[in-house]
């Protein structure tokens, strides 16, 4: 049974707890962790967006190999920013200029240039569509009329994310089914798509009531929540779910590596900042020695997706040599509230805060 009031939102996920795993890119997802999460009454999430569309189809059979409960698969709308779709190979040797000094550091050989920096959005959601997942979750964007109505059609789910009221709106008139409300304490990239990310800086609990008060679909509120107080706040504010990331991100389920999940229980996490030096696009993450460098190459930052591209192909073998000076260490401002390193001992922690607060 649920820990409060049946509500909407529940009655159309199917869930027993208004708790959902949020979703990860690069690599940090699992089948593993999104199963564990739906089995125990949550709605587990794969973050996709770095997945040949191809692979999708694989990923949601594996998680239903898992769990017969529902799960997200999660996708970027926009899929390049200005300038981040083509180089010339002019620009493309300008852009690793920046990057070179690491690469020698690590050992690695600077990269051809190739077609495409990521997937076409496009071809991602089409296999999607093909795999069904019972709900499709975006950020950076609304999906055009035709994909959401072919997801009504299929019979999928939609939630999208906003950083603001309007794009709360924005998603609220296009007719998805489930709106988050991501407040700027969150771990990983801020989803705003209406306005520079930095001009969209709302935290939680101003966000979260505002959206629930005008928009006609269920809100789940995102950003510094990390335990069942911040979920029952969340409620408290209007929101009928609470999505939280780090914390789940820190269990041995995901797929941190060992070095990153360490640091998450660390005093290295009471210090978070914005960013865009890791993927182009601004993301909450723990400091370090790129973060620190690259303040001074702000100008040099390519747009995303090809900054993110050029250090993932710096990425094995600083992961290989244990530098976590030079990868992305997603973390939100609640961080240094973390515990649990299990899903089953998160999960049964959020609950009982949940009933007792």
């Known amino acids: 049974m649920s820990p409060q009031r049946p509500n909407e939102a529940l009655q159309k996920l199917g869930i027993h707890h208004p708790i959902i795993q949020g979703p990860f890119g690069g690599g940090l997802s699992t089948e ?19 997945l040949p569309p191809e692979e ?18 999660n996708l970027w709308v926009s899929d390049h920013d200005a300038g981040g779709d083509a180089l010339s190979p002019e620009a493309f040797d ?7 000094p690491y690469y020698r550091e690590l050992g690695v050989e600077k990269p051809a240039m190739p077609e495409r920096f990521h997937y076409r959005f496009e071809d991602q959601v089409e296999a999607l569509l093909e795999a069904r ?38 998603l609220d008139a ?7 409300a991501a407040g700027f304490e969150a771990g990983g990239h801020r989803p705003s798509f209406l306005a520079r990310a930095e001009d969209s800086l709302m935290g939680t609990l101003a966000l979260t009531p505002l959206v629930a008060d005008r928009v006609k679909v269920p809100v789940i509120a995102a950003g510094g929540i990390a335990d069942g107080r911040g979920i029952r706040a969340a409620l408290t504010l209007g929101a009928q779910a609470a999505q939280l990331g780090t914390a789940f991100l ?5 797929g941190a590596t060992d070095a990153h999940r360490e640091l998450l229980f660390s005093d290295r ?4 900042t914005l960013t865009r030096a890791f993927t182009g696009r601004l993301a909450r993450g723990m400091r370090n020695r790129w973060t620190e460098e690259m303040t001074s190459q702000q100008a040099a930052i390519a747009p995303f997706p090809i900054q993110s591209w050029f250090l993932s192909k710096l990425k094995p073998a600083a992961v290989k040599a244990g530098r976590t000076d030079l990868v992305s260490l997603w973390a939100g401002q609640a961080t240094p509230n973390l515990r649990h390193r299990t899903v089953p001992t998160l999960m049964e922690s959020l609950v009982k805060e949940l009933v007792a607060s």
């Open 32 to 50: 593993r962790l999104a199963a564990a999460v739906s089995n125990l009454g949550g709605l587990g999430s794969y973050g996709a967006y770095q």
């Open 174 to 180: 296009a007719g998805v089914d489930l709106i988050v």
């Open 56 to 73: 999708l189809g694989r990923v949601a059979d594996r998680i239903r190999a898992l769990t017969d409960k529902p799960f997200a698969l």
């Open 269 to 272: 996490a009471k210090h978070t």
């Open 94 to 100: 300008r852009v690793y200029r920046l990057f070179e």
């Open 133 to 170: 997942p019972p709900v499709f979750s975006f950020v950076f964007g609304v999906p055009s009329a035709s994909i959401l109505a072919e997801c009504r059609r299929r019979g999928i789910l939609t939630s999208g994310a906003a950083t603001t009221l309007a794009e709360a709106e924005a």
């Open 250 to 254: 820190a269990c041995e389920e995901s």
